[in-house]
């Protein structure tokens, strides 16, 4: 199964996959094809140079409307053939254009027990809540904010000390388990395809 990583930041979800990728003894039947930024100069950039795979950026102000941005992200990404699209860390809500070509194949991971605290601060907004437990989530991306069907969550105790660093501690404990649960997940999907549960209820084999 062909993979795209799209990234923001530091990359550490991408790096679990490159990693399981290499490692002879997890069952990762994925290939990391390419990985796509919205900006450049980001640590999750060198993670992929350093592993050899082929990157490329689309930064929003480098196009005049939202749409031929995400026109060209779409492009971009479907010029790699993937099979499989995972928003690993990327801080962008993509538009219809790349819904259109990638739905029902493009993966997102959250650091929060969806739905609650969706948006671009999941882990400060759990905290701020007072909740007690909270966790990731990864989840098929539709056109809300962090709506689309869930795929697997992982449960992360509150401690009462998290609330002195806002949130810094909490979130590197949440990552940890997110990076093990994307990289069991991408597996499984690659391996097996995913079925949607409801009404609609329909199979999604990949590359196969
Ligand atoms: C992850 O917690 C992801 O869910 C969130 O940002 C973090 C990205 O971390 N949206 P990294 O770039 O993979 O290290």
Redesign the pocket.
């Known amino acids: 199964v062909r993979l795209v990583v799209l990234?923001s930041?530091?990359?550490?979800?991408?790096q679990a996959l490159i990693d399981a990728a290499a490692d002879p003894a997890t069952d990762t039947p994925y290939e990391i094809v390419a990985v796509g930024a919205d900006r450049g100069g980001i640590e999750?950039l060198s993670r992929a140079e350093r592993a050899g795979i082929p990157t490329y950026t689309c930064r929003v102000k480098d196009f005049a409307t939202r749409g031929e941005w995400d026109a060209a992200l779409a492009e971009a990404t479907a010029a790699h053939a993937p099979d499989l699209v995972v928003s690993?860390?990327f801080?962008k809500v993509v538009g219809p254009g790349f819904l259109a070509r990638f739905g029902g194949r493009f993966l997102n991971?959250?650091?929060a027990l969806l739905p609650s605290f969706p948006g671009a601060h999941g882990v400060r907004d759990a905290l701020a809540y007072g909740a007690k437990v909270t966790g990731?989530t990864v989840h098929f991306v539709d056109d809300g904010v962090d709506t689309g069907p869930v795929i697997a969550q992982r449960a992360v105790e509150v401690r009462e000390e998290d609330h002195t660093d806002e949130g810094a501690a909490l979130?590197e404990r949440?990552?940890e388990v997110?990076r093990r649960l994307l990289v069991e997940v991408v597996g499984r999907i690659a391996r097996d395809g995913y079925t949607f549960e409801g009404p609609n209820r329909r199979r999604v084999r990949l590359g196969h």
Do not use: R, Y
């Not at 930041?9 to 991408?14: D, E, H, K, Y």
């Open positions: 990234v930041g530091s990359g550490t979800n991408l999750g690993a860390g801080m991971t959250h650091p990731c979130h949440i990552k997110e």
